[in-house]
């Protein structure tokens, strides 16, 4: 099944492997609501607090959404 459920921060249309590709890369929580103006800084403490409680659940969403992009990436490059 190619289907991927997004996980989302709630109330908005940002997924949360925005947020974690670049809290995983070293960005503050301060710096992430700089680069993502529409949350406030409680969503995205919020959004690390679930990775940090879910740990094992949402390392297996990032991957299989970031190999998806990989791969979207490559069918697109492609198809150019």
Request: net charge negative; hydrophobic share 40%.
């Amino acid at each position: 099944d190619d289907t991927l459920v997004s996980i989302r921060v709630a109330g908005t249309r940002v997924g949360i492997e925005h947020i974690l590709r670049e809290y995983l890369q070293g960005a503050s929580p301060e710096e992430l609501a700089l680069r993502f103006p529409t949350l406030s800084l409680e969503q995205i403490h919020a959004t690390i607090t679930f990775y940090l409680a879910q740990n094992e659940l949402v390392s297996r969403y990032l991957r299989n959404v970031w190999e998806k992009q990989q791969v979207d990436a490559i069918a697109d490059s492609q198809t150019s």
